[in-house]
């Protein structure tokens, strides 16, 4: 039997759910030699910015316990170099596309997002209204419902590719975020970017990164994204695409049982770059035991008593599409 | 740069904290250069996590032996996993990484070593020497005990110090630098310096090399994501007019770079 392993997201076809999240792969070429982009799903780029930043000062990674805190400050040639220098690196990648934009305020997701769509190359925008790492605007726009919901209305009307809202886990009640996201057109919304976390050298009476804080990420994370991804699943009916911490082929399953259309791997491959790989093969083997023929039935199967794990209270979860009523 | 399986043919502590580790490297990995690094992976546990940059101490190529050393100390929790490592054992390596020495000096090289970060200058005094190039090196240590490779060093003039004074000059390595510029007849047209240490050593080499416009290469250190110019995680901040706003990554426009355009004092 043949397994599909394939999704969709608004009218994004994947052959399987399997992306690489922004910011660790750059723009595809840099890791070509180790991840087999002809066996994932796509890339997440990393986010573009309306003018090329420097990034932060150094240090900008530092290892903390089963993770990672970076600081990077969106190192990127802005709109204008990614046009001329990285639309034609990515052009024959194969896989599918998805370009990161982050603007400082609505004009600029505007034009990110007009720029990106004339280019021809993405096969979907994810607007990252995440980042921690830069400065006061950074994750505003996903902090604050009123907020999310201004920037995502105003750039739907500009393109016809899919919009997956990125959203950070640094709030209290991530799935207002993510309705918000919804209501104003988001395809999908994607999460989570990284959490606000700190590291102090206590032999020197510093703080060990360059801007003090940063962003955590990798294993350590994971079961802190599992209850967002969980909480936002609940929340809306477009396509949830998860992440955080996934290290081990079967994160991926689950945060797939959990309900995530899609999945994004982050941290864990700078440490093994045929992770992604390893994440795709894992589901088939899942699949193939679950004698299952089609991914959408591992998507939501996640069995929970009646009652349980409901996150936001007096609210009754939304039917998971693909999923089992339990 | 690939992805390799290594199998450890040997990991032997050559003086307390320091060891020597032979990696066995299969077809994939290319012939690397003096400079040049691999990325490993110590564990295949989540902690620590990332993979640990090394230099190359060397490369040897013996019938069907393809072996890759490298010339580590023991500072923290992945080097003390990786000292732990026994002959047989299996290593996935990335690599050779980033840009090494300048392969064909034209001037004579004064190569600079402080304490372990004599490894990948060992590495070039040997592909010196098998070119029949002259070299001076110099070599500074805390003390006689970390003179690692001394008599290896064969083909060129080598100087010592140490902090302690018990083998050659009693001081810091800088002051054999001067003292070799000094006496040695040396102009910026005829010599240039190579250099890899601490980040002390490197800066104060630097601006030696800079007030008296020496070409002047060194090999740098600092934490490193992916190692492979993906994750811009390791910027290397420039001196202002060198920088243009840019940062370039250590793992690939270095870890050698131009000594003296690099802002020693706002590097980690
Ligand atoms: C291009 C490159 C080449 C290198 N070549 C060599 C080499 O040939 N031999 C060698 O012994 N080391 C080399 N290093 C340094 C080596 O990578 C670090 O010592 C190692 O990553 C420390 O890992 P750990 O888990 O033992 O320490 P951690 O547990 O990560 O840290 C323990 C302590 O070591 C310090 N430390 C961490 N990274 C470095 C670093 N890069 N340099 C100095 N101190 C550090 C930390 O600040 C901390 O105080 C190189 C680094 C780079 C970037
Ligand atoms: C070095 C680094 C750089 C990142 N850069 C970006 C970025 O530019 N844009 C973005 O949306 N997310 C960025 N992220 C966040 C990741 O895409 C991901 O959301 C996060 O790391 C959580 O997943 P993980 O635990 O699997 O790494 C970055 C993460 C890391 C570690
Ligand atoms: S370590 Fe990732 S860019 Fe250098």
């Known amino acids: 039997m043949k397994r599909d392993l394939s999704v969709r997201i608004g009218s994004l076809e994947l052959r399987n759910p399997v992306l690489v999240a922004s910011g660790i792969i750059g723009y595809g070429r840099e890791y070509e030699r180790l991840v087999s982009l002809e066996e994932i799903g796509g890339i997440v780029t990393k986010t573009v910015t309306r003018h090329a930043r420097a990034g932060n000062p150094p240090p900008r990674v530092c290892e903390t316990p089963a993770g990672m805190l970076n600081s990077i400050g969106i190192e990127n040639p802005g709109l204008e170099g990614f046009l001329a220098v990285k639309v034609p690196v990515l052009r024959g990648l194969p896989c599918a596309v998805i370009v990161s934009v982050e603007g400082e305020n609505v004009p600029e997701f505007c034009e990110l997002v007009e720029g990106v769509d004339g280019s021809g190359v993405a096969h979907a925008i994810e607007v990252n209204i995440s980042c921690p790492n830069v400065g006061p605007h950074g994750m505003r726009y996903s902090t604050d419902a009123g907020m999310a919901r201004e920037v995502m209305g105003a750039i739907r009307p500009l393109t016809k590719l899919p919009l997956i809202a990125k959203l950070t886990p640094n709030v209290t009640r991530i799935g207002e975020i993510a309705e918000a996201c919804e209501s104003c057109g988001a395809d999908a919304v994607s999460l989570v970017n990284t959490f606000v976390g700190m590291a102090v050298d206590a032999r020197t009476r510093k703080p060990i990164l360059g801007t003090v804080l940063g962003g955590l990420s990798g294993p350590a ?24 911490g996934i290290t081990r082929p079967v994160d991926a399953v689950e945060f797939l049982l959990l309900g995530a259309r899609a999945v994004e791997v982050g941290t864990a491959l700078f440490a093994d770059p045929t992770l992604a790989e390893g994440c795709v093969s894992e589901i088939d083997r899942y699949l193939e035991k679950m004698g299952s023929s089609s991914v959408d039935d591992l998507i939501g199967g ?8 409901v996150i936001r209270a007096g609210c009754a979860p939304r039917t998971v599409r693909g999923g089992r009523a339990s | 740069m690939n992805l390799v399986p290594c199998s450890v043919v040997s990991n032997r502590e050559i003086t307390q904290g320091n060891f020597l580790l032979t990696l ?20 295949q546990d989540v902690e620590p996590l990332l993979r640990r940059p090394y230099s190359l ?3 040897v190529e013996r019938g069907k032996l393809r072996a890759a050393r490298i010339y580590y100390s023991v500072v923290g929790r992945g080097s003390r996993l990786l000292s732990q490592h026994q002959p047989g054992a299996k290593l996935d390596v990335i690599g050779p990484l980033g840009v090494g020495f300048s392969p064909r000096p034209r001037r004579l090289p004064i190569l600079v070593a402080g304490g372990r970060g004599v490894a990948p200058l060992l590495f070039l005094s040997r592909s010196l020497r098998d070119r029949k190039r002259p070299f001076v090196f110099l070599f500074g240590a805390r003390s006689r005990r970390e003179l690692y490779g001394v008599r290896e060093i064969r083909g060129g003039r080598l100087h010592v110090a140490t902090d302690d004074g018990s083998v050659g000059f009693e001081g810091s390595v800088l002051e054999l630098l001067r003292q070799e510029w000094r006496e040695g007849g040396h102009t910026p047209l005829t010599a240039e310096i190579f250099t890899c240490g601490p980040h002390g050593l490197l800066h104060e080499v630097s601006d030696f090399a800079r007030e008296n416009g020496i070409r002047c290469e060194a090999s740098l250190e600092g934490p490193m994501a992916c190692a492979v110019g993906a994750c811009r995680g390791c910027p290397v901040p420039l001196l202002p007019g060198a920088d243009s706003g840019r940062y370039p990554a250590m793992c690939v426009e270095g870890p050698v770079m131009d000594a003296t355009i690099v802002d020693w004092a706002r590097l980690p």
Do not use: N, Y
């Not at chain 2, 250069?33 to 490993?40: A, N, S, T, W």
């Open chain 1, 221 to 244: 994370i994971k079961p802190l994204a599992l209850a967002k991804v969980w909480e936002v699943v609940q929340a809306v009916d477009i396509p949830v695409v998860g992440m955080g």
């Open chain 1, 302 to 309: 996640l069995e929970v008593p009646e009652g349980r794990g």
């Open chain 2, 24 to 43: 066995k490297v299969p077809r994939g990995f290319s012939r690397p250069q003096p400079g040049q690094f691999v990325h490993l992976r110590i564990t």
């Open chain 2, 57 to 59: 101490e060397g490369f």
